[in-house]
């Protein structure tokens, strides 16, 4: 057989196999199939089986319309049905029956071939899918061993610091108090008592924002928020509160401890100013 013709007929054995995998066949269609493929194989013609495997891996593809279900099963039903034929004694088919069960072997050794395949090809994609996940997994316990050991480093950096305000706040009370009390003490020779009252609201205002400051400084050692709750959480807003009204709305109460102070320490000088004029009898 000439080889021009030998490549004809491979080629219309090829898309009857194609045709095969496309849906299951009724008796009527896959006599037709018997018939076309008698005349295929009529004279010397033998399939060329290298060219199987490729056009199985070609029906199992996802984006087509072929199923290798559909190739086993209807290739199932042209042996049976051939077989029936030389039973009942007709042997319409019985030059083909060699090369149809031939055909068929062939190309279910290659349905088994890529069924191998395939899953030894899933089975390594599974293991790098693993792979990739134990590497993002390990990548993520390495950042986290790191920050560890960056907090643990520094922690004994930040208990320091924290115990030396600590100490200071306390040495801040202790000297504000005696300062008060001494303040306290001479109350008796004072000529003017306002003057005692403006020693005393200074003293705690100057005691109060010094507690404020070391401990504002803890806070930012400590990484905690001071700050009361405003509209948003990290003072987000699209309109921007200005200085004073920011600070009424995130440190309230210093806002008003300091507010309340300097209305005292106005109140007293007026109070003072009165009582001088007073006595110098304007």
Request: net charge neutral.
């Amino acid at each position: 057989m000439l080889a021009g013709e030998k490549n004809r007929r491979q080629t219309e054995l090829e898309k009857k196999i194609y045709e095969l995998s496309e849906k299951l066949l009724n008796d009527a269609e896959i006599r037709n199939i018997c018939l076309e493929l008698l005349e295929i194989y009529k004279g010397d013609f033998r399939h060329s089986y290298s060219s199987f495997f490729p056009i199985i891996v070609e029906i199992n593809k996802d984006e087509n319309k072929y199923n290798k279900d559909y190739l086993t099963e209807n290739l199932t039903h042209l042996c049976d049905y051939v077989e029936k034929d030389y039973v009942s004694g007709a042997k319409e088919f019985e030059s083909i029956s060699g090369s149809l069960n031939k055909l068929c072997d062939n190309l279910n050794t290659e349905i088994g071939r890529w069924s191998h395949y395939s899953q030894n090809d899933q089975i390594i994609k599974d293991i790098e899918s693993q792979t990739k996940y134990l590497n993002s997994t390990m990548s993520d316990a390495r950042k986290e061993l790191a920050k560890a050991s960056k907090q643990a480093s520094s922690i004994q950096t930040e208990l320091i610091a924290v115990l030396s305000i600590f100490a200071a706040i306390v040495v801040t009370f202790s000297g504000g108090f005696t300062f008060l009390g001494s303040v306290m003490t001479s109350v008796n020779e004072a000529r003017y008592y306002e003057a005692v009252v403006l020693e005393a609201i200074v003293c705690g205002m100057v005691i109060f924002n010094t507690i404020f400051l070391l401990m504002y400084m803890v806070g930012k050692i400590t990484e905690r928020n001071i700050y009361a709750r405003c509209t948003t959480i990290d003072c987000s807003c699209k309109k921007k509160c200005c200085g004073f009204n920011r600070i009424r709305k995130r440190l309230p109460y210093v806002f008003y401890f300091n507010i309340f102070c300097v209305i005292g320490i106005v109140v007293d000088c007026i109070v003072w100013y009165i009582d001088i004029r007073n006595q110098l009898g304007f």
